[in-house]
């Protein structure tokens, strides 16, 4: 509960300074969110390559992501 009471007041926030925001600054916007999505996509095929790679522990490849 608390956490979707607490998603809401940051949509809000959100909603309220996009209103006022540029143009230019709504475009940087979706850009980031745009590249956030495709760095999770990537971060999701990693793990579950590294699942299937026998060659490696799974500490070793969580030890590689944190460097």
């Not at 999770?40 to 590689?64: G, V």
Request: no cysteine; charged share 45%; aromatic share 8%.
């Amino acid at each position: 509960m608390e956490t979707t009471t607490k998603r809401q007041a940051l949509l809000k926030a959100i909603y309220e300074k996009l209103e006022q925001a540029y143009e230019d600054t709504l475009e940087d916007v979706i850009e980031l969110l745009d590249i956030r999505k495709a760095e999770d996509e990537e971060d999701f095929h990693a793990i579950k390559e590294a699942k299937n790679d026998t060659s490696i522990s799974w500490e070793e490849y969580k030890r590689e992501l944190e460097s």
